[in-house]
């Protein structure tokens, strides 16, 4: 029996990727003299990923809970489509949303049995009952909580109680749903799992708000990066733009031997010079002081380029032609995540002012 009931259909074919379903207009939450949300402006639209990153009291999870209805606005306001009809102040709906599904970080639980837990989610959110059994039982088999459907909450581990949030956030088939470090108590292959389930709901079309501090599985799954930090967006764009913008694009070369280190000097150079057209003309020196840089113990070329995806193409084809006679390329990637740690962390230096982004990506 498949996990998701609804066809699955090309993203293009079933949606309007130009509608916009959450809209935050200068939306600020302050807690007496703390301003733990500072004017944040941000569109997320149907059928995207979008991941919001930033250290520990950015003000993530205080977006979250605003988007949520659990904490009220000091001022400012969410915009919400859910119907595909006119966006709407979330304050003045009244009704419940059940096209939204919510993982707050941290959820805590009844000490009900796993299945009670689920079905109360399930007649809260008024799904319908025919489909309620098997959709429950599909949830536990697919996060390997099959066993546990009659044990109580309070005997499951941190991990399995985050899983369990998981479940009743997508229980009733939402069209918006919303995650709270998802990834938080889950071991690395219940990670794997979980990426493996959003790219699921996003070949649905469902439209996903991620906020999170893990950076590799943010750079995993999300089509864009929303940069957080003081409680202000500082940067939202694809990683690849925020990257380029901060002239932090990299590729990284593995190589079947290793270079000798007589060798390496000369080859550096006239690597340079063959690549000159394609490389980062104006690199940050606290990134690197040289364009190419040779990494012996991973037997690899760091090389720090323009960004542009010609300039990508035009540099492997140097590399296996002309420099055949001198190494032979086994691995050639654009390391998202590692771009993504870079951004991240001139995002929240101390002297990051003049490092911000506006939310074109432009600094």
Same mark, same amino acid.
């Given at each position: 029996?498949?996990?998701?009931?609804?066809?699955?259909?090309?993203?293009?074919?079933?949606?309007?990727?130009?509608?916009?379903?959450?809209?935050?207009?200068? @939306?600020? *939450?302050?807690?007496?003299?703390?301003?733990?949300?500072?004017?944040?402006?941000?569109?997320?639209?149907?059928?995207?990923?979008?991941?919001?990153?930033?250290?520990?009291?950015?003000?993530?999870?205080?977006?979250?809970?605003?988007?949520?209805?659990?904490?009220?606005?000091?001022?400012?306001?969410?915009?919400?489509?859910?119907?595909?009809?006119?966006?709407?102040?979330?304050?003045?709906?009244?009704?419940?949303?059940?096209?939204?599904?919510?993982? !707050?970080?941290? #959820?805590?639980?009844?000490?009900?049995?796993?299945?009670?837990?689920?079905?109360?989610?399930?007649?809260?959110?008024?799904?319908?009952?025919?489909?309620?059994?098997?959709?429950?039982?599909?949830?536990?088999?697919?996060?390997?909580?099959?066993?546990?459907?009659?044990?109580?909450? *309070?005997?499951?581990?941190?991990?399995?109680?985050?899983?369990?949030?998981?479940?009743?956030?997508? @229980?009733?088939? #939402?069209?918006?749903?919303?995650?709270?470090?998802?990834?938080?108590?889950?071991?690395?292959?219940?990670?794997?799992?979980?990426?493996?389930?959003?790219?699921?709901?996003?070949?649905?079309?469902?439209? !996903?708000?991620?906020?999170?501090?893990?950076?590799?599985?943010?750079?995993?799954?999300?089509?864009?990066?929303?940069?957080?930090?003081?409680?202000?967006?500082?940067?939202?764009?694809?990683?690849?733009?925020?990257?380029?913008?901060?002239?932090?694009?990299?590729?990284?070369?593995?190589?079947?031997?290793?270079?000798?280190?007589?060798?390496?000097?000369?080859?550096?150079?006239?690597?340079?010079? *063959?690549?000159?057209?394609?490389?980062?003309?104006?690199?940050?020196?606290?990134?690197?002081?040289?364009?190419?840089?040779?990494?012996?113990?991973?037997?690899?070329?760091? !090389?720090?380029?323009?960004?542009?995806?010609?300039?990508?193409?035009?540099? @492997?084809?140097?590399?296996?032609?002309?420099?055949?006679?001198?190494?032979?390329?086994?691995?050639?990637?654009?390391?998202?995540?590692?771009?993504?740690?870079?951004?991240?962390?001139?995002?929240?230096?101390?002297?990051?002012?003049?490092?911000?982004?506006?939310?074109?990506?432009?600094?």
């Amino acid at each position: 029996m498949p996990i998701i009931e609804e066809k699955v259909i090309p993203k293009k074919a079933i949606i309007d990727t130009s509608e916009v379903v959450i809209k935050l207009e200068n @939306l600020t *939450k302050k807690f007496g003299n703390l301003t733990a949300v500072d004017n944040v402006n941000l569109e997320v639209h149907r059928g995207e990923t979008i991941g919001l990153v930033g250290p520990n009291g950015a003000g993530k999870t205080t977006t979250i809970k605003m988007i949520a209805k659990i904490l009220r606005p000091t001022s400012g306001r969410i915009l919400i489509n859910t119907n595909h009809h006119e966006l709407e102040d979330l304050q003045k709906v009244s009704r419940t949303i059940s096209n939204m599904g919510f993982l !707050i970080d941290i #959820p805590t639980f009844y000490d009900m049995t796993a299945y009670q837990l689920l079905r109360y989610f399930a007649n809260l959110q008024n799904y319908p009952k025919e489909k309620m059994e098997n959709r429950i039982d599909d949830l536990l088999a697919l996060f390997k909580l099959k066993d546990w459907k009659w044990k109580k909450v *309070k005997t499951f581990s941190k991990g399995m109680t985050q899983k369990l949030g998981i479940i009743q956030s997508i @229980l009733h088939e #939402p069209d918006i749903i919303i995650l709270d470090e998802p990834q938080t108590g889950l071991d690395p292959a219940a990670r794997i799992e979980i990426r493996s389930y959003i790219r699921e709901l996003q070949s649905l079309g469902k439209t !996903i708000f991620v906020a999170s501090h893990m950076l590799y599985e943010i750079s995993e799954v999300c089509d864009k990066i929303a940069l957080i930090n003081y409680g202000s967006i500082v940067g939202f764009d694809t990683v690849e733009n925020l990257a380029r913008a901060l002239k932090t694009n990299e590729l990284n070369c593995v190589l079947l031997n290793p270079i000798a280190s007589n060798e390496l000097e000369p080859l550096l150079t006239h690597l340079t010079e *063959k690549l000159n057209p394609y490389l980062e003309q104006n690199l940050d020196p606290s990134t690197s002081k040289i364009p190419i840089k040779y990494n012996p113990e991973h037997q690899g070329l760091k !090389i720090f380029y323009d960004g542009r995806n010609e300039s990508k193409g035009e540099i @492997l084809k140097i590399l296996i032609k002309e420099f055949e006679s001198d190494f032979t390329v086994i691995s050639y990637i654009q390391p998202r995540s590692s771009q993504l740690e870079r951004v991240y962390l001139e995002m929240i230096a101390d002297d990051a002012p003049k490092n911000k982004i506006n939310q074109n990506g432009v600094l």
